[in-house]
């Protein structure tokens, strides 16, 4: 639970939170505590500070404050509202000085802290950060009034200039009195001007009455829902012992008062990282531990399928024992049946369509028909000669043939065609032409020797002569063998 020391002219009190507020406390929890002082010594100072960066600029504020408040060591530099261009913001060209001068009370009351000092802060400076707030104006009037006295504070374009404390005040003109007093000061100082001006007025727990006392003086009340979005229309007290909690910026104590929460707080974050050390290699450990155990896991499947397999095979080769045949023979028998017989080509179809062919010649008979499987890589009509016409490749499956039917198997069929011996060389180029034409026609049929071809260019060999042989025209082809098996024929 969070504990606050508040210091004031009225006294010291003891603040604990609770699930319910704030409440006092006739004595300190344990733990650490937070100061928040209210006394007449708060004070603010505005300093002109050169265009310096780094150690320099922090050394020279350092200075300003040990020359500006002496006798304190409860002084810090609080940051000013930082506007203008990108060298202002940087390095904004005044710093705000603020002090507990002298510091006796506060001395006197942390004298016999047993507990670890957070820090100090002034209920100046806080109030100063809610009036500095970009939803606030710009300048702005603060008065609070609480039973140790009553604190004015004024903010010149959301910086603070100026802070007192004045004696308990119960009646609301009395409190007037003081307010415009402050601002007849303010003008008098010209840290704003004479004239018709207003500015807003920040009222807090102040008595019934003083608005319109003010609003008569240029000074009018803060409407009610920027006091909500602060958190300070009724609850302004539980408000500012919140805002100590959080450690806000202004912090006034040395770091000698406050080495043994810092020491505190070094050691829980030390053994913070400790414990995420631990986690981390506790956590490494169970993912290697995890990962070993699933490897032993999927090797002891690994040797469990490999001992089957091992039995599976001890079976097999004692069933192939018993059936007496050596297991490569069977390979082999199973290769030959597979390439040789099942997938050997099925001639059947194309002979049908050659013997078309020659019966549409007249007078025309096959003389001789020779055809042969080639191996693979083997080129048709090799044995070919000077006949015309080159080795083709091996040609595409027949249209209509599906890929399964197909035995990849590439035939060379060797035709001799007798023609009417007296068929004249116009007639016999004709037929020939004609026996061509209706080969390259059929589905699957490549022409390699072509003798149209041949009498066509003149070859006198293919002419006229004594000898029967000399009418006989030699075709050879290659021809994509088709299946057996598909088909449902027989080689």
Known sequence: MACVLHISAAGNLWWGKRSTGWVQLPQPDKGPVWALTDLSEESFVEVAVPRIFGNDRRNYVERQLGNRFPESRFRVSVPAQRGGGLMDRLAPPVEILTAIEPADRVTDALAGLESPLVGVWSTSTLLAQVGCNKGMPPSLLVVLSQP?????????????VLTRLVARTE???????EILRTMRHLENTRV???????????????????APILARDRLDALDATLLRKAKLEENWQQALLSMVCKSPAGQLAPMGMRESYLAMRLGLMARGVAAV????????????????ARDHGERNHLEASVGELDNKLAEVDAAIARFGVAPDFLRHALGVDSDEIANAPDMTADLVDLSHIISRMPGARAKSLQWRVLDSGEAACADAGT???????????????????????????????????????QLRQQQASDITQQLSNTPGVQVVLDPAKALREGDLSAGSAQADSAHDLDWCASFTGRSAKAQGAKP
């Open 387 to 425: 006949a015309t016409g080159a080795v083709a490749a091996a040609p595409e499956a027949p249209a209509g043939t599906e890929a399964a039917a197909s035995t990849g198997k590439t035939v060379e069929l060797k035709l001799s065609v007798a023609l009417t011996p007296d068929a004249g060389p």
């Open 277 to 292: 050390c631990v986690l981390g290699t506790i956590a490494l450990v169970a993912g290697n531990v995890s990962v070993i």
């Open 148 to 160: 140790s006295g009553m604190r004015i504070l004024f903010i010149k374009d959301r910086t603070p």
């Open 171 to 177: 009646s609301a003109a009395d409190q007037s009195l």
């Open 192 to 210: 704003i001007e004479r004239g018709r001006q207003r500015f807003p007025a920040m009222l807090l727990g102040v008595a019934d009455g003083l």
